[in-house]
């Protein structure tokens, strides 16, 4: 079975200081991992993906995420967060076959504050 | 470059109302869904089309229903509206051989 875990439902952190949001998954097959970033009343974007090359992902905005297999988790982080990264972000678990093989988390809205 | 584009993006309906979503994208791609976005509970799948002329039920499929007669259009219709179908709606679409899935800017929907 599949699925995803996003420890935290909201993280805020100040202007400047470093972002850490969670996620973990289980999968029974090797999976591809994606960030993707919502931004109030706006679509879904895709931060940055993990497709089983480089473990450490970096995506656009200075994000970035490490695949740990042994923990399977799939944190996103950024060193210094800015006014315009708040907003709700999915992690999201596709595996490599079949058409319904999408599992997203419940999401995380990160506030920073000023 | 459209990408997915959703039609229309903001709707009130009355309750018993009937209505369409358009999904159109213009990526040629085989894999097409429509999922519902509320509160604390991420994204979650309606239905989905492997290909045109056919469908399949998601995870809450009651009260919707789809049809993919052209490879580039889904569409997902409301026959009778009710409040507990109020929420923001996305399409996706994804190449069958892909893993990334392309969304559209979503569908808020109010059932009044």
């Known amino acids: 079975a599949q699925s995803v875990t996003q420890l935290d439902s909201h993280v805020s952190v100040s202007e400047g200081t470093p972002v850490l949001l969670r996620c973990n998954y289980s999968s029974s097959y090797s999976p591809s991992l994606f960030w993707y970033v919502q931004h109030p009343n706006k679509g879904l974007q895709l931060l940055l993906k993990?497709?089983?090359?480089?473990?450490l992902v970096k995506g656009i905005n200075g994000f970035e995420a490490e695949f740990k297999k042994s923990e399977t988790s799939f944190h996103l982080t950024k060193p210094s967060a800015h006014m315009s990264d708040a907003a709700e972000y999915f992690c999201v678990v596709s595996l490599r076959t079949g058409a319904n093989n999408l599992f997203f988390g419940t999401g995380t809205r990160l506030t920073v504050i000023p | 470059n459209a990408g997915v584009t959703q039609t229309p993006k903001f709707r009130v309906l009355k309750t018993g109302q009937s209505m369409t979503l358009l999904c159109a994208q213009d990526?040629?791609?085989?894999?097409m869904y429509w999922y519902r976005q509320d509160p604390g509970m991420g994204l979650r799948l309606i239905h989905y089309s492997v290909g045109e002329g056919t469908t399949a039920k998601g995870e809450v499929p009651d009260g919707y229903n789809v049809s993919r007669l052209k490879k580039q259009n889904f569409l997902l219709g409301l026959e009778s509206a009710a409040p507990s179908q109020t929420s923001v709606y996305f399409c996706a679409s994804r190449p069958s051989g892909g893993t990334e899935a392309f969304f559209g800017q979503g569908t808020r929907l109010t059932v009044v």
């Open positions: 990526m040629n791609h085989e894999y």
């Open positions: 993990y497709t089983s090359a480089a473990t």
